[in-house]
């Protein structure tokens, strides 16, 4: 029995009797309208491979890990149309309404575009299943730069993994598309018409703005604002990757990006931050490069560009994982996290947030909708570690950031934030409140490190055993004060 009610649908499931949520949809995929109703947590490499048949997108890892399913989704922004690259893998149906979704299909053309020409020519392909994937990821990278170069590049395709290049073959194409797209000055068009004159793009890809313009002008409300639901997605790359069945039978809500602007502000001396903004959006912020010179580096180790693209902020301080990198970011900063549902809004500290692993300060019906820290003082310091099995695209065994004013050499105040040491993020209180009023040496830095342990309870786990974490914490702190202040102590006074 089907019951519809604004693009809503209502399927009975005859094994179980229970009712599961289906919408109705509308986006473009390629040059196509696509019109679906289906369950919103239904992912949109599964509709492309199995409904639309377009198979050339990769199932692999199902994890976001490998880069095989990688595709790009553009969304409207004024009068353009933005694109990033994203895991298929780990997007849920119902995130797309009004997008523009494009494949590998969907830029094929009668020719070898200059990213696929050279990938043939330089024998970077060859059992071909991670191909698209780097192919999408290379364009991806096109329609967001505008000074090319071989470094970004090579950075852009991190989370494409190949087995079978070696990646030296790889490289040499990348260097050999860089070459021949740096030949041509766009000349102040915009970077879609540059691509479609250059030939990477189809020319189909000119009138996008406008068609999708067409679906949101349609009278159907969003689906994000036609349901009240318990299951609040975001990103949703953490929840994908491990409750993607749980979920095909969960009513949710989606909360879109479409109308959040801006993302970053400051009022006030607070620097606000909408618990939407992704990943990339902290990155690239103007405002935060600013406050923190080195935020890109910083988060360049959480996931890959495709996740960094699609996870947000508020999706990973209330995933409350003891580990989240933005948590640990974000704790020595005296955070606040502002909360609201139909009935209240309330304003909780970061540091308070966590009541317990994976209990978190907040109700079914609250959503989170911003975070907000005094941006720090002129003589204040700031730095971020963290240490995993790989370098890059994992979570963090331990990871911990500091945040200390600092004059003439004594420390006027300090907060030192701990990941993978215990059932939730942790500030080092009792650290902390030993260093207040100290001058920074080498044997107060060794004493802040033994205070450390006692308050940390770390747990032997796949990451690393519990005295192997205490280890770390020791000498991330020993790191935190070698980076930052070179002038009071080096590493040779600390071993």
């Given at each position: 029995m089907l019951e519809s009610w604004a693009g809503i649908n209502y399927f009975r499931n005859k094994n179980y009797g229970e009712i599961i949520l289906s919408i109705s949809i509308s986006f473009i995929c390629n040059n196509q309208l696509v019109q679906a109703s289906l369950h919103p947590a239904t992912t949109v490499l599964d509709f492309l491979r199995k409904h639309l048949r377009l198979i050339g997108t990769k199932e692999a890892c199902r994890e976001g890990d490998c880069g095989a399913c990688t595709i790009l989704v553009g969304e409207l922004n004024n009068e353009n149309v933005s694109y990033r690259s994203v895991n298929s893998c780990l997007l849920p149906l119902g995130s797309i309404n009004g997008k523009h979704i494009v494949t590998i299909e969907g830029i094929n053309q009668k020719e070898l575009n200059v990213i696929q020409s050279s990938l043939l020519d330089e024998g970077g392909t060859q059992c071909g299943f991670c191909t698209p994937g780097f192919i999408m990821s290379i364009t991806g990278y096109f329609l967001n730069s505008h000074d090319y170069n071989l470094n970004d590049l090579a950075t852009s395709l991190d989370g494409n993994i190949c087995r079978c290049t070696g990646y030296a073959?790889?490289?040499?194409?990348?260097?050999?598309?860089?070459?021949?797209?740096?030949?041509?000055?766009p000349a102040g068009e915009s970077r879609v018409e540059f691509l479609v004159?250059?030939?990477?793009?189809?020319?189909?890809?000119?009138?996008?703005?406008?068609?999708?313009?067409?679906?949101?002008?349609?009278?159907?409300?969003?689906?994000?604002?036609?349901?009240?639901s318990?299951?609040?997605?975001?990103?949703?790359?953490?929840?994908?990757?491990?409750?993607?069945?749980?979920?095909?039978?969960?009513?949710?809500?989606?909360?879109?990006?479409?109308?959040?602007?801006?993302?970053v502000w400051n009022k006030d001396n607070l620097c606000f931050i909408n618990a939407a903004a992704t990943v990339s959006d902290i990155q690239s912020s103007e405002l935060l490069q600013k406050i923190f010179p080195g935020i890109k580096n910083y988060f360049n180790s959480f996931g890959s560009l495709p996740i960094r693209n699609n996870a947000t902020i508020g999706g990973n301080i209330v995933n409350a994982s003891p580990i989240g990198d933005s948590i640990i970011f974000f704790l020595v900063l005296n955070a606040r996290l502002f909360l609201s549902s139909e009935s209240l809004n309330r304003e909780v500290p970061l540091k308070n947030f966590y009541r317990g692993y994976k209990n978190i300060d907040k109700?079914?019906?609250?959503?989170?909708?911003?975070?907000?820290?005094?941006?720090?003082?002129?003589?204040?310091?700031?730095?971020?570690?963290?240490?995993?099995?790989?370098?890059?695209?994992?979570?963090?065994?331990?990871?911990s950031a500091i945040y200390a004013e600092v004059k003439d050499g004594v420390i006027m105040h300090?907060?030192?934030?701990?990941?993978?040491?215990?059932?939730?993020?942790?500030?080092?209180?009792?650290?902390?409140?030993?260093?207040?009023?100290?001058?920074?040496?080498?044997?107060?830095?060794?004493?802040?490190?033994?205070?450390?342990?006692?308050?940390?309870?770390?747990?032997?786990?796949?990451?690393?055993?519990?005295?192997y974490k205490r280890l770390l914490l020791r000498q991330i702190i020993f790191a935190h004060f070698v980076k930052l202040f070179p002038v009071y102590v080096n590493v040779k006074e600390l071993i």
């Amino acid at each position: 029995m089907l019951e519809s009610w604004a693009g809503i649908n209502y399927f009975r499931n005859k094994n179980y009797g229970e009712i599961i949520l289906s919408i109705s949809i509308s986006f473009i995929c390629n040059n196509q309208l696509v019109q679906a109703s289906l369950h919103p947590a239904t992912t949109v490499l599964d509709f492309l491979r199995k409904h639309l048949r377009l198979i050339g997108t990769k199932e692999a890892c199902r994890e976001g890990d490998c880069g095989a399913c990688t595709i790009l989704v553009g969304e409207l922004n004024n009068e353009n149309v933005s694109y990033r690259s994203v895991n298929s893998c780990l997007l849920p149906l119902g995130s797309i309404n009004g997008k523009h979704i494009v494949t590998i299909e969907g830029i094929n053309q009668k020719e070898l575009n200059v990213i696929q020409s050279s990938l043939l020519d330089e024998g970077g392909t060859q059992c071909g299943f991670c191909t698209p994937g780097f192919i999408m990821s290379i364009t991806g990278y096109f329609l967001n730069s505008h000074d090319y170069n071989l470094n970004d590049l090579a950075t852009s395709l991190d989370g494409n993994i190949c087995r079978c290049t070696g990646y030296a073959s790889i490289k040499r194409a990348t260097q050999k598309i860089t070459g021949v797209m740096n030949d041509s000055n766009p000349a102040g068009e915009s970077r879609v018409e540059f691509l479609v004159k250059r030939g990477v793009l189809p020319e189909y890809f000119l009138h996008i703005p406008d068609r999708l313009k067409e679906i949101a002008g349609e009278k159907n409300k969003p689906y994000n604002e036609a349901v009240n639901s318990i299951n609040f997605i975001a990103g949703g790359t953490d929840l994908f990757a491990k409750d993607a069945e749980r979920l095909l039978e969960a009513e949710l809500k989606f909360l879109g990006r479409q109308k959040v602007k801006p993302l970053v502000w400051n009022k006030d001396n607070l620097c606000f931050i909408n618990a939407a903004a992704t990943v990339s959006d902290i990155q690239s912020s103007e405002l935060l490069q600013k406050i923190f010179p080195g935020i890109k580096n910083y988060f360049n180790s959480f996931g890959s560009l495709p996740i960094r693209n699609n996870a947000t902020i508020g999706g990973n301080i209330v995933n409350a994982s003891p580990i989240g990198d933005s948590i640990i970011f974000f704790l020595v900063l005296n955070a606040r996290l502002f909360l609201s549902s139909e009935s209240l809004n309330r304003e909780v500290p970061l540091k308070n947030f966590y009541r317990g692993y994976k209990n978190i300060d907040k109700n079914n019906e609250e959503v989170l909708n911003y975070i907000s820290f005094d941006i720090p003082e002129e003589n204040g310091y700031f730095n971020f570690e963290k240490v995993s099995k790989r370098t890059y695209m994992d979570i963090a065994t331990v990871n911990s950031a500091i945040y200390a004013e600092v004059k003439d050499g004594v420390i006027m105040h300090i907060n030192i934030s701990a990941g993978g040491v215990a059932p939730v993020p942790m500030l080092l209180e009792k650290t902390c409140d030993y260093l207040i009023n100290k001058n920074i040496t080498a044997e107060h830095i060794k004493n802040a490190a033994v205070i450390s342990q006692s308050e940390i309870s770390p747990i032997d786990d796949v990451r690393g055993s519990a005295g192997y974490k205490r280890l770390l914490l020791r000498q991330i702190i020993f790191a935190h004060f070698v980076k930052l202040f070179p002038v009071y102590v080096n590493v040779k006074e600390l071993i």
